[in-house]
Each structure stands twice: as structure tokens, then as C-alpha cells.
């Protein structure tokens, strides 16, 4: 079957991908990033997504977006854009499905404390967790650890790298030393994941009281759509008028990433995706989209992410990600026995301290410092 009939020359063509570390047999009737989207879905790691925190805690409320409905958002805008550049939807799909799995419990100040937590023993990095799991942690298959990925999903899922970390990847860390390009499924996820986030963030925020309408109206991209639905349908009420708003600003964001980047291509022309490689980012916002959407960006993090309800429970979070860590270290006959590490070597254990603690959901980390801290339950 030919599943590169429709691409571009610059896309990533499944026929020529740089392979899986373990070499395998042809998928038959997928092609090589269907089969790594089916072995994403597949995997513990994708359902462990449903309880960890985007932005509010998974127990918060029944309807806010978790890292799961969020990576489907961003896999469902991602396709979009990917067929309208004629670039591998299946690519785009599996990268997005993936690019949160490293993600630890209660959002960023998870990874952030455990950052601080493993200064001494070589950081802590979720892009680069992602690729752990995928590369190392799932134990799904006979043959090798993790789901031995393709080259082209693998790159994906690394966004950014440290250089440090970068020398020890070898050929999937050359980019971040040679300062070139992924390939241009990579780079669209990237903004796909961006789209989503800055949309469902807004809806979140609104309905969780947290922001309210008239402070959106201090975002320009917001209050120009808001505008326009009034017009379209005067007096629509609530939900519905905010919907329509979101519905439109996706819709101008990708619609502005689409022609930008289209532009782009024709120009540099690439014929391959080694031209893509060595070109400058070709997948991009126009200047006054990109302006507009940092404005935005600014503005969720002073009025939500920094929301004195939401610092609340970072504060919380973090001491909870803290406390297990210090524990497990000075103890680890606490860890269940495949994180305890027999030969005693430190950096080593705090390694798999660090994999156990990232692969908690919010509420089993929760479980896990009262089962481990309250002197209650003993
Ligand atoms: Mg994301």
C-alpha cells in the first residue's frame, strides 16, 4: 500500500523513515507512524493521562481538560493543519498522542520540583521523560523495552533538549547540538499543542470562575472574535457565545499557521525532508499572530496560572512531589521492589525515584504521601 501518495516531497514519507532501534517486520496494512499512534494508544503511560493535571487538578471538576483530552485537542488540530499543508497526518498524529506522557503528576511545578530535586543527579526534563517512557519504561512487548518508536515520532516527541542530555542521545540529540530542524510534522505539533492549550485554557479558566469575561476583554485576540459573534448572533447568551468565540480564534490561528507556513515552503522550497532539516523553521505564525498570541500567553500566566487559588495548589503539589522524593531517597525500602535499586548506586535509584514519581497520577500521588506521611492509617 502506498501511504505517502498525497504528501508533499518536503513531508515525512513513511516509506523513508530512518527506522525503529529494533528492526521489526513491515506493519501490513499501516504504515510505520500508524503503527507507532496504535502502539501510543496502546500503552500505560496514555492512560495514566487521564488523571494528571493540565492546568486544574483532575478532582477539581468532571468537565476541565486533563493531559489526555488535551493531547487529543492537539492530535485533532494537529491533523487538521497537517493535511492542509499536505505534511503525514499519521506522523502528526502519533507525535501529538505522545508528547505529554513524560509529564509528572500536577503539571508543571511537578516537573519543576523534581527538577530541583534531581540537580544532583543529572535533572529532570518531561520532553525528555517522554522519550524515556517510550524509549525505555513501557514494558508492553517480548522483543525490547519500551515500544520501539520510529526515529521520526522519537524526534517528535523531543521538543527541546538540554545540551548535557542532547550528547548522550546520540542521533536523535544531534539536532540540539547542530542547531538544526526537526522535520516539519514536529514543528507543526508544536504549534498545534499551543493552539490548543491557549484556547482551552480560556474555556477552562471561565469556568472555574478563575477569570471572568470582562478581564478577556483585555486580550485583543479575544475581544476582536467576542466582537464578531456579537454580530453574527446579538444577545447569544453564556456558553454558547463563548464557544463561538474559541471556535473562531482556532480557526484564525490555524487558518494564519497554514497560509504563513505555506508561504514559507514555497519559497525555501524544500525537496526533502534532509531540506527541511537544514532550513530555518518553515512551520510558523504570521509576526502579528505571533504577537497577539504572546499577548495572550502573558495573560494566562499573571491571571490564571498564577491565579492565587491555583498557586494554592502548586504549593501543595510541589511539597507533596518534595516530600515523597526525600522520602524514597533517605528510605528506599519504601519503593515497591522493581524501583529499588539492589546495587545501592545513588544515582541510580534516584533515576527510577524520579520514573516512579513521574508515572503518578495527581490522585494516586496524593495517596501515596498519605499512605507513606499519615501517621493515622498506620
Ligand atoms: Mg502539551
Do not use: W
Amino acid at each position: 500500500m502506498d501511504f505517502d501518495a498525497r504528501l508533499a516531497p518536503y513531508a515525512a514519507h513513511s516509506s523513508k523513515s530512518r527506522g525503529r532501534t529494533h528492526i521489526e517486520p513491515p506493519a501490513g496494512s499501516r504504515s510505520e507512524f500508524q503503527r507507532d499512534r496504535d502502539r501510543i494508544i496502546h500503552s500505560t503511560a496514555f492512560r495514566r493521562l487521564e488523571y494528571k493535571t493540565q492546568v486544574f487538578l483532575n478532582h477539581e471538576g468532571d468537565l476541565f481538560r486533563t493531559r489526555l483530552t488535551h493531547s487529543i485537542e492537539v492530535a485533532q488540530i494537529g491533523r487538521t493543519l497537517a493535511r492542509s499543508l499536505q505534511l503525514n497526518e499519521d506522523l502528526v498524529e502519533a507525535t501529538a498522542l505522545a508528547h505529554d506522557l513524560g509529564h509528572t503528576p500536577f503539571g508543571h511545578v511537578g516537573q519543576d520540583v523534581l527538577n530541583e530535586c534531581m540537580k544532583d543527579y543529572g535533572g529532570f526534563e518531561h520532553n525528555l521523560q517522554s522519550l524515556r517512557v517510550v524509549d525505555e519504561l513501557e514494558e508492553h512487548y517480548g522483543a525490547f523495552d519500551g515500544l520501539n518508536l520510529t526515529f521520526e515520532t522519537r524526534e517528535g516527541i523531543l521538543k527541546h533538549c538540554s545540551v548535557n542530555n542532547a550528547r548522550q542521545l546520540g542521533e536523535l540529540g544531534r539536532r540540539f547540538l547542530e542547531r538544526s530542524q526537526p522535520s516539519l510534522e514536529a514543528q507543526l505539533t508544536n504549534l498545534a499543542d499551543e493552539i490548543a492549550y491557549n484556547n482551552h485554557d480560556i474555556d477552562d479558566g471561565l469556568r472555574s470562575g478563575l477569570l471572568t469575561m470582562a478581564q478577556m476583554e483585555e486580550v485583543e485576540l479575544f475581544a476582536r472574535h467576542r466582537r464578531m459573534v456579537e454580530t453574527q448572533y446579538p444577545g447569544l447568551p453564556g456558553r454558547r457565545a463563548l464557544y463561538e468565540t474559541i471556535r473562531l480564534m482556532i480557526t484564525a490561528m490555524t487558518a494564519d499557521l497554514v497560509e504563513t507556513s505555506a508561504a514559507l515552503l514555497k519559497e525555501a522550497a524544500p525537496q526533502s525532508i534532509d531540506d527541511v532539516r537544514a532550513a530555518p523553521p518553515l512551520i510558523r505564525f504570521s509576526p502579528e499572530m505571533r504577537a497577539e498570541t504572546t499577548a495572550l500567553k502573558r495573560f494566562l500566566y499573571a491571571n490564571l496560572y498564577r491565579h492565587f487559588q491555583v498557586n494554592r495548589m502548586r504549593v501543595k503539589a510541589s511539597r507533596i512531589v518534595r516530600e515523597l522524593f526525600e522520602a524514597f531517597m533517605t528510605d528506599p525500602v519504601l519503593l515497591p521492589p522493581d524501583y529499588q535499586v539492589a546495587s545501592g548506586d545513588t544515582l541510580q535509584q534516584a533515576r527510577k525515584i524520579a520514573d516512579y514519581i513521574a508515572g503518578m497520577t495527581d490522585r494516586y500521588a496524593i495517596k501515596e504521601h498519605r499512605r507513606i506521611f499519615s501517621l493515622d492509617s498506620l
